[in-house]
């Protein structure tokens, strides 16, 4: 059974930074593409970012292009999310998401619970 | 890039009714195309992909169909455990897209 667990969302300044974790079990983590999406309050799903089995390729929203970078360790089937500059905007509920494929981001079969990231004055 | 539309934005529907969730994308996706299914404080959900397969252990009272830019969601017979809020996601481009989401609740 597919476990996602993310890790490190908190309260951040405008213009700081927070890294996000993402913990896998349950598959053979360096087989599928991993994407972070995320859900700002009352607002729907946003997709956020996307790395492949191997990490060879990231793809990223234009909302979070040059601000944020997917990483991921697959000796320790974990999925990160650096994020920096952040905005008000930014705030939102990160989910950390598995991909039913390993190149291109195309569908999601499993999510986590996700992690609340506040960005606040 | 490509933008996803849905329609109704919220629906009031009441248990047993037949219910279809309208998707519509900016260009053509072929048959690219999945929806979820997301409820309050849960993770989202794969219901159907490549337009119209189900995922594995949905029930069959959802299908979907559809190609090109135009796509529906359709519950034929409306269960108390499928109020909640459905989006459709493109996957036709390197990036995906998601609509904006349907609110499905009750009458």
């Known amino acids: 059974q597919v476990h996602l667990v993310e890790s490190g969302g908190g309260v951040a300044q405008p213009g700081r930074s927070l890294r996000l974790s993402c913990a896998a079990s349950?598959?053979?983590?360096?087989?599928?593409?991993m994407h972070w999406v995320r859900q700002a309050p009352g607002k729907g799903l946003e997709w956020v970012a996307f790395i492949s089995f191997d990490g060879s390729n990231e793809y990223y929203a234009d909302s979070v292009k040059g601000r944020f970078s997917i990483s991921r360790d697959n000796s320790n089937n974990t999925l990160f999310l650096q994020m920096n500059s952040l905005r008000a905007e930014d705030t939102a509920l990160y989910y950390c998401?598995?991909?039913?494929?390993?190149?291109?981001?195309?569908?999601?079969?499993?999510w986590g619970q996700g992690t609340l990231v506040t960005v606040s004055s | 890039d490509i933008q996803m539309t849905q329609s109704p934005s919220t629906l009031s529907a009441s248990v047993g009714d037949r219910v279809t969730i309208t998707c519509r994308a900016s260009q053509s996706i072929s048959n690219w195309l999945a929806w979820y299914q997301h409820k309050p404080g849960k993770a989202p959900k794969l219901l159907i992909y490549?337009?119209?397969v189900l995922e594995s252990g949905v029930p069959s009272r959802f299908s979907g169909s559809g190609s090109g830019t135009d796509f529906t969601l359709t519950i034929s017979s409306l269960q108390p455990d499928d109020f909640a809020t459905y989006y459709c996601?493109?996957?036709?481009?390197?990036?995906?897209?998601f609509g904006p989401g349907t609110k499905v609740d009750i009458k």
């Open positions: 490549k337009a119209s």
């Open positions: 996601q493109q996957y036709d481009s390197y990036s995906l897209t």
């Open positions: 998401a598995k991909d039913v494929e390993a190149i291109f981001g195309v569908v999601i079969d499993s």
């Open positions: 349950g598959f053979t983590f360096n087989k599928n593409g």
